[in-house]
């Protein structure tokens, strides 16, 4: 018996709906290796990589592949910073961020990570905020949302939260700033720092199922 249209369509969209969750999931794959490859290049003092290591250093033969001049030039344009961040009120346990004077709405544990990655709340080497240690970010998401500490979990919110500014704003998604020794961070400047005033992040994002 030959099958209905409805049938055929049904199962065609099944196979398109399989194929994009492997391709989301292989992007997110390249994205968590990509994180690897930005954190390997140490940062000056003014926050921008530095190509390589002290001159005359021999290459290690574990040294990361190297990172495409186009992801190269959004990671130094990443280091400026962005001169404000605001909150705009909570919906469902997440929150809208105003970036840039652009509005970005995002779900409770991509919201969670970057009001973690904002706060300015500790010593910087440069005029944007702190970075945060890659094991404190686990432990203070996994505390909110009652979950277990993972590095895989934090590449994967990393990766979500990159492409909503992406996706919602048009934002560099290397304002989320990876460095393999001092941790993340979200590239907003500091109290005090050049090009404006930041705006003060409302406290705590209520967790709730996203």
Same mark, same amino acid.
């Given at each position: 018996?030959?099958?209905?249209?409805?049938? !055929?369509? /049904?199962? @065609?969209?099944?196979?398109?709906?399989?194929?994009?969750?492997?391709?989301?999931?292989?992007?997110?794959?390249?994205? #968590?290796?990509?994180?690897?490859?930005? /954190?390997?290049?140490?940062?000056?003092?003014?926050? +921008?990589? !530095?190509? &390589?290591?002290? @001159? &005359?250093?021999?290459?290690?033969?574990?040294?990361?592949?190297?990172?495409?001049?186009?992801? !190269?030039?959004?990671?130094?344009?990443?280091?400026?910073?962005?001169?404000?961040?605001?909150?705009?009120?909570?919906?469902?346990?997440?929150? +809208?961020?105003?970036?840039?004077?652009?509005?970005?709405?995002?779900?409770?544990?991509?919201?969670?990570?970057?009001?973690?990655?904002?706060?300015?709340?500790?010593?910087?080497?440069?005029?944007? +905020? /702190?970075?945060?240690?890659?094991?404190?970010?686990?432990?203070?998401?996994?505390?909110?949302?009652?979950?277990?500490?993972?590095?895989?979990?934090?590449?994967?919110?990393?990766?979500?939260?990159?492409?909503?500014?992406?996706?919602?704003?048009?934002?560099?998604?290397?304002?989320?700033?990876?460095?393999?020794?001092? #941790?993340?961070?979200?590239?907003? @400047?500091?109290? &005090? #720092?050049?090009?404006?005033?930041? !705006?003060?992040?409302?406290? #705590?994002? +209520?967790?709730?199922?996203?």
């Amino acid at each position: 018996m030959k099958p209905s249209r409805n049938h !055929t369509n /049904g199962d @065609r969209n099944h196979k398109l709906k399989r194929i994009a969750k492997q391709a989301s999931k292989l992007e997110e794959a390249i994205d #968590g290796l990509l994180c690897e490859s930005e /954190g390997a290049a140490p940062l000056q003092s003014d926050g +921008v990589r !530095t190509k &390589g290591g002290s @001159r &005359g250093r021999r290459r290690s033969k574990s040294r990361p592949p190297a990172v495409p001049a186009s992801t !190269t030039r959004m990671i130094l344009e990443a280091a400026q910073g962005i001169p404000a961040l605001g909150m705009n009120g909570a919906y469902d346990g997440g929150a +809208v961020f105003i970036i840039n004077e652009l509005e970005v709405k995002l779900p409770p544990k991509p919201a969670a990570l970057l009001e973690i990655l904002a706060a300015d709340d500790r010593p910087s080497p440069d005029l944007l +905020v /702190g970075f945060k240690p890659r094991s404190e970010v686990e432990e203070r998401l996994a505390k909110k949302f009652g979950l277990d500490p993972s590095n895989d979990a934090l590449n994967n919110l990393i990766y979500r939260l990159r492409r909503e500014l992406e996706k919602q704003a048009g934002l560099n998604r290397y304002y989320i700033q990876i460095q393999k020794h001092l #941790g993340l961070r979200f590239a907003l @400047r500091r109290n &005090g #720092g050049s090009a404006g005033s930041r !705006t003060r992040l409302n406290p #705590g994002i +209520v967790p709730a199922a996203d």
